[in-house]
């Protein structure tokens, strides 16, 4: 197997291979870091490359499998990379901001934790829009991250560095989190599976969480298993969490071998007051439909609820957030300072009743959705932009872009009902497009299974983009 075929391997078939002692985890991360050297300058994937901690783990973990070959972790040696918004401890973590580029972290966030204790190896920490504010990740100081399939285009935001880098190659899974959009829509430009979880399903321990429910930290795969079994290791109870879901048995991963009973579908192509979905985003959904009528199920056309009464709340709890981190105005951009000053003619009224108005949208959303096993719906109301594409427009005018084109993703990041972002297809500039599963309150298992029919229906993994199918030289 050449290095550029290993690469692109399921993380699932690679921790195979360790067990195996068909590779090491040293010949993994090696083959990854060689990987990153070569491309990332013009991916702008990874903001900071752990090459040396990540060899260290790796020969660690290699001189580990020749003495203590019986009972691994589920992902021992599998490299993974992690969000520039979740601390790693000795590692710069900058959250996109270029002046805190020498903010070292003092501590493991909770999920970096369940990662080493799976037996990943840390590649490094991957872009993300500043203060993960935005769905394109083009934060100032930075190169900008771009789509390894087209690098005119984004790959989206703000999980977009670590959708580049496994579109690319160079990690072989990767972690991200979802306040809006961040995990589904980088999946979705990409050609990834990524998973929205349930609220409850993945702890923000050690620290608070400041979006009352609307952000999760989740999994970006290649493969519906793989994603389920990063799910699995992400997934968790932490002491003092303020909403906690129990366990699923069986495991995500485990749940993939049964497949799902005979499902009630519903569809929708229009998102009001934002409108009908792009042409080839609708395309992308009847095409699904068919698929799931061919494995049994059944689908209906829906009448999608209004949108209106979400956007102004959701809006402002983001815009509240942002002043609140912490960070001085002056080193934000232009889009996070105006935010950010906006935010200031908000009083703690207003942020409380807008709260408490997306909490009776997401009502609304959860009864809609309870007749239906799932729902299949746009990730992204069209395909991926151009990197700058909206740079130079006024601020409110890329407020309105941004409602406009994630419209599809934020009622779920609201009612807090799991989502997960699976491929279907290409537009004409050859980016990825994809579809957006739905599912009932805390219920990933469904949505993973029937993923995984579609997955095997239509596979998607062995496809790969031009640019990262280069070897050494």
Known sequence: MNSVDLAFLPALEQARLIRAKEISPLELTEGYLSRIERLNSALGAYVTVMAEQALADAKAKTEHLASNPDDLPPLFGVTVSVK?????????????????????????????????????????????????????????????????WNLDYTPGGSSGGGAAA????????????????????????????????ARGRVSFAPVGERLNGLAVNGPLGRTVADTAALLDVLSGYELGDPYWLPNPNPSFLTGLKTPPRPLRIGYATRLDPIGEVDPVCRQAIYETVQQVEDLGHTAEQVTFPNLEDLI??????????????????????????????????????????????????????????????????????????????????????????????????????????????????????????????????????????????????????????????????
């Open 84 to 148: 520039d918004l979740n601390p790693v401890e000795g590692v710069a973590c900058a959250y996109g901001i270029k002046a805190a580029c020498d903010r070292i972290a003092s501590h493991d966030d909770y999920i970096v934790g369940k990662l080493r204790q799976a037996g990943m190896v840390i590649l490094g920490k991957t872009a993300t829009s500043q203060l993960g504010s935005l769905p394109y990740t083009e934060p100032p100081g930075f190169p900008p991250a771009r789509n390894p």
């Open 166 to 197: 496994l579109a690319a190659g160079l990690c072989a899974i990767s972690q991200g989190s979802d306040g809006g959009g961040s995990l589904r829509g980088p999946a979705f430009c990409c050609g990834l599976v990524g998973m929205k979880a």
């Open 312 to 473: 102004e709340p959701f809006v402002v709890v983001w815009e509240c957030v942002l002043a609140e981190v912490g960070v001085p105005w002056i080193v934000m951009e232009k889009m996070n300072r105006w935010l950010y000053w906006r935010a200031w003619r908000i009083n703690s009224g207003a942020y409380l009743r807008a709260v408490a108005k997306l909490q009776q949208v997401a009502r609304q959303v959860v009864r809609f959705c309870q007749p239906y096993d799932v729902l299949i719906l746009p990730v992204y109301m069209h395909p991926a932009i151009r990197v700058g594409e909206w740079k130079n427009l006024r601020s409110p005018q890329i407020l309105k872009n941004v409602i406009n084109w994630v419209a599809p993703c934020p009622p779920f990041n609201a009612s807090g009902q799991p989502a997960l972002a699976i491929p279907q297809g290409f537009d004409a500039n050859g980016v990825p497009v994809g579809v957006q599963l739905v599912g009932r309150p805390a219920d990933e298992a469904t949505l993973l299974a029937l993923a995984a029919q579609l997955e095997q229906a239509n596979p998607w993994s062995h496809q790969r983009p031009a640019f990262a199918d280069q070897r050494d030289s």
